[in-house]
């Protein structure tokens, strides 16, 4: 579609293709009628999202329940049978006379969904033991070289011993709560999966001090301030299992505000002991709520769309996990050769299906995670830190430096991607942020450190010399900022290269008329990307709407826009 009245630039929609399954049942069918739809609507061209293999569950949870909890998204995959949705979705697209560019994403290697420790892997699924119980719906690939995960930066050896004492803080006003030491509840887990009461009560004291609050990477939380907390010690225990909890069941949430994965200390005797803690209990992942953590356990290394709610906030139950996670669960290093060659066949199926581009995609749900920076520590990457920089790969030395140093061997793979699709006359895109050009360790949305972002940072420039098209895709909340990657749209003006802008209509909805305006006034903007197709019934917003055995148009690019 070449625009409309409100925009000279050419419009192309993305179909998350995982995600349109999900929102509403789908048949092949009625697939191909959608794909139908938008070619009558004047769309020449679309942006399909390529699910991760095996059926890798990646963010949403619900996509693993079976048909016979109503999950839309299972019984959509049944209703394909053997056919694959991609590879049917492409076929649709290129017979309704469209283009299609495929968007890979080389770090969504899934496994977004932990079972407590003994249960089941789900049929057809694949996975393996990691902190906090089963990882399930992961991709072949990953769960058959686990070592190619992500991997942690190297700690001292814990010394095995029972838990005697805990320490736990809160963040109070500018004077103290209370003197009186609260009641906690602890309850103790073998699997993760069923917590019980202890017994016996705990000796429980109180005391005031000034402390700074960091984040699992060592920045601060509180605005850099020094606060008062109330720091709450649970002793006369002696607890030998790999789990526990804290429960404050009287005090108002108020008085418990905390960033618990920092704000405690476990002890055996004088010893501290290595943990990971959460407050987020599983899901239920019927009804998209947590359940009651005794029942159900915690969700430890929290990753994917978890990590956007950070920060000091009202923490009345605390999970704990011995040990810290060895290996990411489903994000793989760039650096082994292995790797990257895995990513090439992956683009190589996409060209047989008869993509006419592929668009490299480095954000992703699962290399999301609270303390990133400790992550990356692989034998390779840390090889090749030692030759650049003669010493030993420091956890705390650079972070920025290791994103770099990886997007160094990314850069590698985006070469032989190039020649890969060029050989075979097809096209390479990527996505742009605007934090490459000013890279910082925040957890902003359009920051290096936000929980999406893979942590990887090559040499922009010549990413887009590379490519062919470039992506950027910053969130715009229905405010389109020329400024935002401007070296990045001024470097794609020079090369004479197409750029394209994320337009999210769920998100963010900016559809709007002053996003539209402030756009048309940058020259260098070829077209938008409109995020994306499915109609979503929270956000009321979409293209295309599917309705029982039929599809619905919902989307005027002519009208009914905000502002």
């Known amino acids: ?25 789908h048949t092949p069918e009625l697939l191909k009628r959608k794909l139908e739809l938008l070619a009558e609507h004047g769309f020449e061209c679309i942006h399909i999202v390529a699910p991760p293999e095996g059926g890798a569950n990646y963010s949403s949870a619900t996509f693993l329940l079976p048909p016979g909890n109503d999950c839309l998204f299972a019984r959509s995959r049944a209703a394909f049978g053997e056919l694959d949705p991609l590879e049917w979705a492409v076929q649709c697209a290129r017979d309704a006379g469209m283009e299609v560019i495929i968007e890979f994403k080389p770090y969504e290697g899934g496994g977004n969904l932990i079972l407590p420790h003994g249960s089941p892997v789900p049929d057809g699924m694949t996975g393996f033991e990691t902190l906090g119980g089963v990882a399930v719906g992961v991709e072949p690939f990953v769960a058959a070289n686990p070592r190619f995960r ?59 001090e000034m402390r700074r609050i960091v984040d699992g990477n060592g920045l601060p939380v509180a605005g850099g301030e020094s606060a008062l907390c109330r720091v709450v010690r649970i002793s006369g225990i002696r ?61 430890f290394a929290v990753s994917g769309p978890a990590l956007a709610q950070t920060g000091l906030r009202p923490v009345p139950v605390w999970g704990f996990a011995m040990g810290k996670l060895r290996h990411l669960r489903g994000c793989l290093c760039e650096a082994y050769p292995e790797v990257r060659e895995y990513w090439l066949e992956r683009i190589g199926r996409f060209v047989e299906m008869g993509a006419s581009g592929v668009d490299i995609r480095l954000q992703n749900h699962c290399s999301g995670i609270v303390d990133f920076s400790k992550y990356g520590f692989n034998p390779p990457l840390a090889e090749a830190w030692r030759e650049r920089y003669g010493s030993a790969l420091d956890p705390l030395s650079d972070p920025l430096a290791l994103m770099r140093l990886r997007g160094e061997f990314f850069l590698r793979f985006l070469e032989e991607a190039a020649a890969l699709l060029h050989r075979r006359a097809t096209r390479l895109l990527c996505q742009f942020h605007g934090y490459m050009e000013h890279p910082s360790l925040s957890t902003g949305r359009d920051d290096a450190g936000f929980w999406a972002n893979a942590r990887v940072l090559p040499d922009w420039r010549r990413v887009a010399e590379l490519v062919d098209e470039l992506v950027i895709k910053n969130y715009n909340f229905g405010e389109y900022r020329s400024e935002t990657a401007d070296g990045i749209k001024q ?73």
Request: charged share 25%.
């Open 150 to 208: 992500l991997e942690r930066c190297p700690e001292p050896e814990a010394i095995p011993g029972p838990v005697t004492a805990i320490e736990v803080a809160f963040v109070t006003s500018d004077r103290p709560v209370s003197a009186v030491p609260p009641a906690v509840r602890v309850y103790t887990s073998s699997d993760n999966g069923v917590y019980l009461r202890l017994e016996r009560q705990p000796e429980i004291s109180s005391r005031y």
């Open 1 to 25: 579609m070449s625009g409309s009245s409100l925009t000279d630039r050419r419009l192309v929609p993305v179909m998350d293709l995982d995600y349109d399954l999900s929102c509403s049942f």
């Open 491 to 563: 470097l794609a003006a020079e090369l004479g290269k197409p750029l394209w802008v994320h337009c999210y209509l769920q998100q963010g909805h900016d559809w709007r008329l002053d996003f539209l305006r402030a756009l048309n006034r940058d020259p260098r903007v070829t077209g938008i990307l409109l995020y994306e197709v499915v109609w979503n019934e929270r956000e009321k917003d979409g293209i295309v709407k599917v309705c029982g055995n039929r599809v619905e148009w919902v989307f005027d690019p002519e009208g009914g826009v905000r502002g």
């Open 239 to 299: 607890l030998e299992c790999l789990y526990f909890a804290l429960e404050f069941p009287e005090d108002d949430p108020e008085t418990l505000r905390s960033y618990p994965f920092t704000m405690a200390k476990v002890f055996s005797g004088g010893r501290e002991l290595p943990v990971t803690i959460s407050e987020r209990s599983r899901e239920d992942y019927v009804l998209h709520r947590p359940m009651p953590f005794a029942g159900a356990g915690f969700d």
